[in-house]
């Protein structure tokens, strides 16, 4: 199992977008300035209405298929 670690911050306004279906996924750059793309349910317990903000751990099988974000 692989290990990602980014900070997020996303709007009400921009996760509202997500909520919708117009946006798909989210693309966010690690800790270690790596670029990683998920699906954007996967936050879909983390929305406050402030929306998303925090340090998130990403854990993705060798496949490369997620497997789940954890708030740090």
Known sequence: ?????????????????????????????TLDGRRVRFPAGALRGFVTREGISGRFRIRYGADGKLIDVQRV
């Not at 900070?7 to 509202?16: G, K, N, V, W």
């Open 1 to 29: 199992m692989n290990e990602l670690v980014v900070d997020l911050h996303i709007s009400a306004e921009q996760y509202l977008r997500l909520y919708r279906g117009e946006v798909e996924s989210v693309v966010a750059r």
